[in-house]
Structures are given as C-alpha cells and as structure tokens.
C-alpha cells in the first residue's frame, strides 16, 4: 500500500508538471505618452520599453497600441459642479471653443453635479450645437452637489455610453472640496470610493479648478485640500489635475488645449497579472524605459479572472 500510494502522489505530480497550468487575470487601461520637453516629438515607446506590476507582482504586457486611428471612439463628460460661483460664465467661451473643436470620433455630454448625482440634460453625441445647448451658468446655492466625489461614483456606475471599447474621459469643473469632511484626509472614504468606481468603469479622470458658493470653499486652506483631493483622483486614473496655484485659474483655453494633446497621444495597455478570486480593483504601476518620453498611467486598474493558462 505504501509503494501504491506513493507512486500515486508521483503521477498527480509529473501530471501537473506536464500540464504546467497557472491561474491569471487581465486587464486594460489608457495609458498618455508625451515628451517630457513641451514641442519636442516623444520616442516612440515600444512593447518591451514598458514593465507593469499589478498589486506589487510582476505582470506581462500583452497588448501595446497607440489610438491612432480617427475610428477610435472616445465618450468624454465635462461634469460642472452645481454649486460653482457664476463667476463661472467667464468660461463658458472657453468650454465651447473646446467642444467646438472635438473631432469626429469623440461624443460628448455635460453633466451637472446635483445632490450627489451627475445629472444630464443631453445625451452623448457627436453633435456640437446639441451638446451646447444643455451649457449653462450653474450658481447653485451652497453644498448643492453634496459632494463631487459622490456625484463621480454616480457618473462611474451609471456611465451613459454603450460602447464598452470607446475610451471614457471625464473633465471634472469643481474646487474638490469635500462637504462631509473638510480636511486633507487621503483616506476620505467618498474619494477612495470615488477613485475604486472610477476604476471599476475604465474612467480617465482630469479637473479644473472653479470655486464653489460658501465662505468655507473661500479659504487658502479649502483651495489646497481640494487641489490634493482632486489629485489623488487624477492621478489613480491616469489623468491629469490642472492646476496653477490658489484661486481660480484666468483661462481654461489652456488645460483644454493640453487636453487635446492628451487625447491624441493615449495608448492602449493589456497585460495578464497573477490571479484574483474575483473581478476587482488592484494597484498598478508602470513603469517606461524610453528617453525623453514620459507617461501618465492609473495607478488603480480593473482586474477579472481569466482563464488558466499553459506556462
């Protein structure tokens, strides 16, 4: 018995080493590749110039591709915060030039951030006028958008396109301070789950600065724990906050102009990362091996379960 059960073991086990199986998960993110020097032209970044590790363990690139292609399908929402000064219609020149100006491939909407929710009044589309239409001077009263971490959660899980390829961009227009805690607090448990949501949905989330009503949002101390809030966001989904220092910025023709940058030089990234039990948020960093080039990754990334695979 004892030379029967042994002989078993060691089967089970040439077995498992002729089959060579290993469990694994995938995911994909949108990556930005600029010069790090403004008007020079980037290297061009190849597959094995990049490493990826996923939740600190090494993972394998397998997909690396720029959207280059006018076919490539971008859904991007300006979501305003409901509760901005009026003094917001200083910009609302800018915001048009800005959709005035979005490519073919690129349909649009703005949302308002209103009772913790991102409120449309027009779907996504293609149609400049018609995206136009629904901008508007917001100057709602004090604390109207509840938070604009809760209304991005709402946008994240409730995001109006059908298009599960299209990239999804999302300009946020608020000043980031928080209602329901009023500090820098990395941990705030609205932006943590603000930046899980927004990861869950493949968002790239950028933002612009604009004081809300209140006398609380008109403090030095109010600007800074916006701008860091808004940071940690912009910077988990690979986006960009913009921002030049206190108070509101004098033009957004800048930051949009940049925008468009962005938006023509984002890469698509695929890679296979060690298992998860479950479809699920995980870190991520990149890292990019290509000289005067540099990168905006998410640091937060969507992982699901794939098939096993042979090593």
Not at 180 to 207: E, G, K, M, S, W
Not at 223 to 239: F, I, P, R, S, Y
Request: hydrophobic share 40%.
């Amino acid at each position: 018995m004892k030379v029967s059960g042994r002989a078993a073991f060691v089967a089970a086990g040439v077995l498992c080493l002729a089959a060579g199986v290993f469990a694994q998960s995938t995911g994909q993110a949108v990556v930005t590749v600029l010069p790090k020097v403004d008007g020079q032209t980037s290297s061009s970044v190849m597959q094995g110039d990049l490493a990826v590790k996923v939740n600190g363990k090494s993972a394998k690139v397998t997909a690396w591709a720029p959207y280059a292609s006018p076919n490539n399908q971008v859904e991007l929402v300006i979501l305003i915060d409901g509760a901005s000064r009026t003094s917001l219609g200083r910009q609302m020149g800018d915001i048009e030039e800005f959709v005035k100006g979005l490519p073919p491939n690129v349909k649009a909407a703005i949302a308002y951030m209103e009772n913790g929710a991102a409120r449309f009044a027009g779907p996504l589309t293609t149609d400049h006028a018609q995206i136009l239409a629904n901008l508007h001077i917001t100057g709602g009263a004090q604390g109207v958008e509840a938070s604009p971490y809760f209304c991005l959660s709402d946008l994240a899980k409730k995001w109006p396109g059908q298009n599960s390829q299209a990239r999804r961009e999302v300009v946020m227009v608020t000043d980031g301070v928080d209602s329901y805690n009023r500090q820098y607090d990395p941990n705030d448990p609205y932006v943590q789950a603000a930046i899980t949501d927004a990861a869950r949905a493949r968002l790239v989330v950028y933002a612009i600065y604009w004081k809300s009503q209140g006398l609380a949002d008109q403090t030095e101390y109010a600007d800074n724990t916006g701008q860091n809030l808004l940071a940690l966001v912009t910077h988990a989904t690979g986006g960009k906050n913009f921002w030049i220092g206190t108070g509101d910025p004098v033009s957004f023709a800048p930051y949009f102009e940049e925008l468009e940058r962005r938006l023509k030089n984002q890469y698509e990234l695929g890679f296979i990362a060690p298992a998860v039990g479950k479809p699920q948020v995980e870190s991520m960093k990149l890292s990019l091996h290509a000289p005067g080039t540099e990168i905006d990754a998410p640091s937060q990334v969507y992982v699901t379960p794939g098939q096993s695979a042979a090593r």
